[in-house]
């Protein structure tokens, strides 16, 4: 129950592409919007990206628009976060998060947190 597991990092070159992918039960996934945040060591977790439960809205952190893209599968319960032209500012621990807030952006508007999954860009 509440469980997020999220795969696909790694470790790759700037200009490089990667894609995270998030999958929860249904019962965590169903109905709700989801996100995907990063965190370096000593920083605040900070918000990437977010998208509906239907995919017809979506956000971004002004760092990352119109290099990633984020997407749902709904049948898979699955939600990913492409990286595209990645930079070593992007090195990080992202996370995926169930939000049930009202608030994109916050931290506190998301309940169920993953694991995270490493992304490491060298240049």
């Known amino acids: 129950q509440g469980q997020l597991v999220e795969s696909g990092g790694g470790l790759v070159q700037a200009g490089d592409s990667l894609r995270l992918s998030c999958a929860a039960s249904?019962?965590?996934?169903?109905?709700?919007?989801m996100g995907w945040f990063r965190q370096t060591p000593g920083k605040e977790r900070e918000f990437v990206a977010a998208?509906?439960?239907?995919?017809?809205?979506?956000y971004y952190a002004d760092s990352v628009r119109f290099r990633f893209a984020i997407s749902r599968d709904n049948t898979k319960n699955t939600v990913y976060l492409q990286m595209n032209a990645l930079k070593p500012e992007d090195t990080a621990v992202y996370y995926c998060?169930?939000?049930?807030?009202?608030?994109?952006?916050?931290?506190?508007?998301?309940?169920?947190w993953g694991q995270g999954t490493q992304v490491t860009v060298s240049s």
């Open positions: 998060a169930r939000r049930t807030g009202s608030s994109v952006y916050s931290r506190t508007s998301y309940d169920y």
């Open positions: 998208i509906n439960w239907s995919g017809t809205d979506v």
């Open positions: 249904t019962r965590t996934f169903r109905g709700y919007a």
